[in-house]
T-cell receptor, first 112, second 115 residues
Framework: GNSVTQMEGPVTLSEEAFLTINCTYT??????LFWYVQYPGEGLQLLLK?????DKGSNKGFEATYRKETTSFHLEKGSVQVSDSAVYFC???????????FGKGTRLHILP | GAVVSQHPSRVICKSGTSVKIECRSL??????MFWYRQFPKQSLMLMAT?????????EQGVEKDKFLINHASLTLSTLTVTSAHPEDSSFYIC???????????FGPGTRLTVT
């Protein structure tokens, strides 16, 4: 079946450190892949997405590349900021207008 | 961009009472909306799929009579927590697909506290 596995947190880094949050998926076909971010006390916001293999999604300095050969969609940022502290969810939409399969979320703490 | 709103953002109620949470798509129509529940420091748990003009589809283990869902129009879905108990305290989030690129937009969430 369809599933998403992402590294468990919490992840604690110092400001300006390099960030990687791993995400792998299992799916039939070639789904789109998303990263959502949830800031404290808020709902989810779409951070970036990729719709086909080898696509790179990017936003706010974050990047993720859709790798079909390794079924991965790892989230990276070269230099994190305190304001990046949040929970990050890797997500796999099943179909248009259908539910989304979420990873368990990775809580990120950035220390000044 | 597309926006989904929720009301109220926070609600405190007493055990045994019912609470209604609204989810609205503000600049697009949504025949389908989703309701999630999130426990502290945990992932989102899909509760049900709200279908405009028909019955909601509930996930396994979610009590239909406890969590009543009504999708009365193309822009509004409501979740009513009936006879609330302290264990129903949680963060409830709704989402709606935009119909493009498999994207969904999420509401800001409703913090329910049952005393």
């Amino acid at each position: 079946g369809n599933s998403v596995t992402q590294m468990e947190g919490p992840v604690t880094l110092s400001e300006e450190a390099f960030l990687t949050i791993n995400c792998t998926y299992t799916a039939t076909g070639y789904p789109s892949l998303f990263w959502y971010v949830q800031y404290p006390g808020e709902g989810l916001q779409l951070l970036l997405k990729a719709t086909k293999a080898d696509d790179k999604g990017s936003n706010k300095g974050f990047e993720a590349t859709y790798r079909k050969e390794t079924t991965s969609f790892h989230l990276e940022k070269g230099s994190v900021q305190v304001s990046d502290s949040a929970v990050y969810f890797c997500a796999l939409p099943l179909n248009r207008d259908d539910k989304i399969i979420f990873g368990k979320g990775t809580r990120l703490h950035i220390l000044p | 961009g597309a926006v989904v709103s929720q009301h109220p953002s926070r609600v405190i109620c007493k055990s045994g009472t019912s609470v209604k949470i609204e989810c609205r798509s503000l600049d697009f129509q949504a025949t389908t909306m989703f309701w999630y529940r999130q426990f502290p420091k945990q992932s989102l748990m899909l509760m049900a799929t709200s279908n405009e003009g028909s019955k909601a589809t509930y996930e396994q283990g979610v009590e239909k009579d406890k969590f009543l869902i009504n999708h009365a129009s193309l822009t509004l879905s409501t979740l009513t927590v009936t006879s609330a108990h302290p264990e129903d305290s949680s963060f409830y989030i709704c989402s709606a697909p935009t119909g493009t690129d498999y994207e969904q937009y999420f509401g800001p969430g409703t913090r329910l506290t049952v005393t």
